[in-house]
């Protein structure tokens, strides 16, 4: 008799749910990426115990109709790709339908929403992938989708984190990149705690930069720019004005002491380490310290692949060694021209 069997679906769901979403902080960053392909111009996120026992993410995007509402926690749901090549020009953050039903595999999940034209918001509730129930419902124009007790089905999981401040400030990392780098967009994060903030929305970047890390830091903002036609680049930024690492040790105030990197390329939030590892050794062989840089990398859409892992955060391109060799010799350049000048006042 042979040993080899078939998992069930319920098993192989959860499992592919827990890879998905390791921790709440990827629940956040897939429903704010949901809100904003939704074209949401507020995002507000609500928390209890770091997202573990509660999250919440409500926008004023375009909402989801009541005919959708049934299928959009099932797995590979999605309205945003129809075929393998549409994968090949991504213009939205999602596209492989996973994030609401991973959700929903791990957690209790409700959703309210209401397309403008709708008469009525909808809810539903969803477990394991589907529906459980739906009804009429009071909400105005948007979504709401929350998530209760992460994890509950997942006890090894749940045992591994215990530590709600680390998870909280996991969620805050993620909301202020994308608060950074959508300054037109107001984004609020409320847990009860002295991290809550909101962004006006109003498209000023320093101001945001100025809020979320300190005056001291958006004050001393440069931009960043490349293009490249050579190699179908441009690159938008900006970074906090280096200062020497002896300065640095002498700072007291530990948001002054943090270093912020963000990359987004085509408009998402991923981790490309050669490049980080570039730009960090412009700085350590200078024995510089860059406490703020965010950039926006944009490529041509045939040239990266955005399918590498379920999380979404890395990414392939085309040419990635000359890529980041133009881009590291672009910002080398813009920190050796800006010390040339304060050349008689090195700690400046
Ligand atoms: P994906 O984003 O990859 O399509 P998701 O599971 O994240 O997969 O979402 C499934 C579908 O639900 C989306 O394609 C979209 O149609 C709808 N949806 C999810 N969140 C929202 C939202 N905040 N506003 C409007 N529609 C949404
Ligand atoms: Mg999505």
Redesign the pocket.
């Known amino acids: 008799m042979g040993v080899i069997q078939k998992l069930p679906p319920e098993v192989v769901n959860r499992m592919a749910a827990g890879e998905v979403l390791v921790r709440p902080s990827d629940a956040i960053k897939?429903?704010v990426?949901?809100?904003l392909?939704?074209k949401?111009t507020e995002v507000a996120v609500t928390l209890r115990n770091g997202g573990m026992s509660f999250l919440q993410v409500v926008?004023n995007?375009?909402?989801?109709s009541r005919d959708?509402l049934e299928l959009?926690c099932e797995r590979f749901?999605?309205?945003?790709?129809r075929s393998f090549e549409d994968l090949l020009q991504m213009k939205t953050?999602?596209?492989?339908?996973?994030?609401?039903?991973s959700l929903s595999q791990v957690s209790k999940v409700a959703i309210v929403?209401k397309p403008k034209d709708q008469e009525c918001a909808y809810s539903g509730q969803y477990s394991d992938g589907k529906m459980t129930s739906s009804k009429p419902s009071a909400g105005r124009n948007g979504?709401c989708?929350s998530a209760t007790d992460m994890f509950y089905n997942i006890p090894s999981r749940k045992k591994s984190m215990t530590n709600s401040t680390e998870e909280s400030s996991r969620v805050s990392d993620v909301i202020i990149r994308f608060a950074i780098h959508r300054p037109d967009v107001s984004f609020s994060l409320r847990q009860m705690s002295s991290s809550d903030f909101r962004t006006s929305g109003d498209g000023d970047f320093r101001k945001v930069v100025g809020l979320l890390l300190g005056k001291e830091i958006s004050d001393s903002i440069q931009d960043i720019g490349m293009e490249s036609q050579k190699l179908k680049i441009s690159l938008h930024g900006c970074m906090a004005r280096p200062i020497a690492a002896a300065t640095a040790k002498l700072h007291q105030d530990k948001k002054s002491r943090q270093k912020f990197f963000s990359l987004f390329i085509n408009g998402r939030s991923v981790t490309c380490t050669e490049l980080k590892h570039g730009i960090d050794e412009i700085f350590s062989s200078r024995s510089l310290i860059c406490r703020f840089m965010a950039l926006s990398l944009k490529l041509d859409e045939s040239r990266v692949d955005v399918n590498v892992h379920p999380t979404k955060k890395s990414v392939m391109f085309l040419e990635q060694d000359e890529v980041i060799g133009a881009i590291v010799e672009h910002i080398g350049g813009i920190v050796t021209e800006m010390f040339d000048e304060s050349a008689m006042d090195p700690l400046n």
Do not use: H, M, P, Q
């Open positions: 897939e429903l990426e949901n809100s392909d939704a949401a926008d995007g375009k909402g989801i959708d959009v749901a999605t309205s945003k790709l953050y999602g596209f492989r339908g996973e994030a609401l039903a929403s979504t989708v």
